[in-house]
């Protein structure tokens, strides 16, 4: 799949993702935000949880188990880290999500997937 096509896939499914989150209580708060370590595909808040999400775009759900590793969780929350003190608040319950999306199927939440 060419450069560009994998992009168009991969906000798709970040709007899927925000979507699917919205429906299930969740405020957006921010989307592809950048920092000087990484980027976080979204930044959700439902009450006092606050997730730093990764969201992945696939055509089957083999290609989606490979889509997650250390590596990229691990610069996601080298992100989140660096975004805590704009979007936290003391007692919150922060997070490292994954949204799984694939065609035809619901999207999958993985939540708090990042302990490291």
């Known amino acids: 799949m060419n450069r560009r096509r994998a992009e168009q896939q991969g906000r798709t499914g970040e709007r899927i993702a925000a979507w699917w989150l919205r429906l299930n209580g969740w405020s957006i708060l921010g989307e592809r935000v950048k920092t000087k370590v990484g980027e976080v595909d979204l930044i959700a808040r439902r009450g006092r949880a606050l997730?730093?999400?990764?969201?992945?775009?696939?055509a089957t759900a083999a290609d989606l188990a490979l889509a997650i590793d250390e590596?990229?969780?691990?610069?996601?929350?080298?992100?989140?880290?660096?975004?805590?003190?704009?979007?936290?608040?003391?007692?919150?319950e922060?997070?490292?999500?994954v949204i799984l999306i694939r065609p035809w199927a619901l999207?999958?939440?993985?939540r708090n997937v990042w302990h490291g």
């Open 71 to 92: 590596r990229r969780l691990q610069r996601v929350a080298a992100a989140a880290h660096s975004l805590i003190a704009r979007y936290g608040r003391d007692a919150d």
């Open 107 to 110: 999207p999958v939440h993985m």
């Open 51 to 58: 997730a730093f999400v990764e969201v992945k775009t696939r």
């Open 94 to 97: 922060i997070s490292i999500d």
